[in-house]
């Protein structure tokens, strides 16, 4: 069974900064390419970034050079690190398999405003 706990999010101020941490556990391991999803209100939800089992890594136009997804194998950790927020990445941030399972986490909310 597979379980998926995010965490980091909060509100944030235009430019500034937040790390989301998901700890996976069940039948995700190393061996699986992971993703950070986010859904806006109103929106469907979206990857925005992917590490691979190798560590390659991509991340969507709209985030890239700002957000940087990283994994820790042995802690079964998958991270997000976004600088310069934006008020338009504001959404529940999940991350998951890529393409992603069924069973989602309960995501973290990430608010940017003024």
């Known amino acids: 069974q597979v379980q998926l706990v995010e965490s980091g999010g909060g509100l944030v101020q235009p430019g500034g900064s937040l790390r989301l941490s998901c700890v996976a556990s069940g039948s995700i391991s190393s061996a699986n390419d992971m993703g950070w999803y986010r859904q806006a209100p109103g929106k469907q939800r979206e990857l925005v970034a992917l590490i691979t089992s190798g560590g390659i890594t991509n991340h969507v136009d709209s985030v890239k050079g700002r957000f940087t997804i990283s994994r820790d194998n042995a802690k079964n950790t998958v991270y997000l690190q976004m600088n310069s927020l934006k008020p338009e990445d504001t959404a529940v941030y999940y991350c998951?398999?890529?393409?992603?399972?069924?069973?989602w986490g309960q995501g973290t909310q990430v608010t940017v405003s003024s």
């Open positions: 998951n398999k890529v393409p992603h399972g069924s069973t």
